[in-house]
């Protein structure tokens, strides 16, 4: 389905979504950025809910534009999705296509990532707007799935490096 606003300066419409009457809604609450590596030019998403979670249509945007779309995936609580860049992706040649978004990842300057819901609610953001360091390896989150951000070691699609004596400044 699809909404649309008709007014006098025009129609607003929605993008499409779909809806299966018996469905149980999804609860996107668990489903977060885990960790950021502009080294390995990777995106960590986790599921630190205790419920699956469907993610089809779930997006993320880097500096505001889209660079991926998730197709029909179930996250188990506990785990992880692991997304290169392409940039990287003869790298990695036996990672799912599906896998990869479409724009490089530094570890160098400023850079936004944010996680939407397949309505375009916002579920998560990485938003580095004072470039203050190079990041030696990841930013990740200290706790794992729960914690701020700090430079930790890469672990990618596993859980994060426990240090947390570097956060991570400059983040709105």
Request: net charge negative.
């Amino acid at each position: 389905y699809r909404v649309e606003a008709v007014t006098e300066g025009g129609t607003a419409r929605s993008t499409e979504v779909s809806y299966k009457v018996g469905d149980v809604p999804i609860n996107y609450s668990g489903l977060v950025l885990n960790e950021l590596n502009g080294n390995d030019k990777f995106i960590e998403l986790f599921n630190k809910g205790a419920e699956e979670i469907r993610i089809k249509g779930v997006t993320i945007q880097k500096d505001e534009k889209l660079v991926w779309t998730a197709g029909s995936v179930i996250l188990e609580p506990g785990q992880y999705l692991l997304l290169y860049s392409v940039d990287v992706q003869a790298d990695h040649p036996d990672h799912d296509p599906a896998c990869f978004f479409d724009s490089g990842l530094s570890a160098k300057k400023a850079v936004k990532v944010e996680l939407f819901d397949p309505k375009g609610a916002s579920l998560d953001k990485f938003n580095l707007v004072n470039f203050v360091m190079k990041a030696p390896a990841s930013y990740s989150r200290v706790p794992n799935g729960t914690g701020g951000w700090y430079f930790t070691d890469a672990t990618p699609a596993a859980v994060n490096a426990s240090d947390n004596s570097t956060p991570v400044e400059g983040l709105e």
